[in-house]
């Protein structure tokens, strides 16, 4: 199975960028639809986006529409989430995961942390 590892979160202010890194091991990451989530505290854990696993298609949230962009690296076996414009509401707990065979998202990452602030 594949094991998927978050990182370049951080704090930055609003209207600042950051990119977001997935990595994976044990697996390619191309054989897997990859989708981003987030958790803010309080809040349950919500959709952000997603890359399909063939094709190059995403898709996101309304919410980060035209702010975030998704994108993949065959490569290095990394996905990556940009995030542009940054809002203090992005502040959340960002997690990727790998679509399995069951068209479920099966297998997460440990989440990494931004905190946008105003």
């Known amino acids: 199975q594949v094991q998927l590892l978050e990182s370049g979160g951080g704090s930055v202010q609003a209207g600042g960028s950051l990119r977001l890194s997935c990595a994976a091991s044990?697996?390619?990451?191309?054989?897997?639809?990859i989708g981003w989530f987030r958790q803010a505290p309080g809040k349950e854990r919500a959709f952000v986006g997603a890359?399909?696993?063939?094709?190059?298609?995403?898709y996101y949230a309304d919410s980060v529409k035209g702010r975030f962009t998704i994108s993949r690296s065959n490569a290095k076996n990394t996905v990556y989430l940009q995030m542009n414009s940054l809002k203090p509401e992005d502040t959340a707990v960002y997690y990727c995961?790998?679509?399995?065979?069951?068209?479920?998202?099966?297998?997460w990452g440990q989440g990494t942390q931004v905190t946008v602030s105003s």
């Open positions: 044990g697996r390619t990451l191309g054989s897997y639809a």
């Open positions: 995961a790998a679509e399995g065979s069951t068209n479920q998202y099966d297998y």
């Open positions: 890359i399909r696993r063939s094709i190059p298609a995403t």
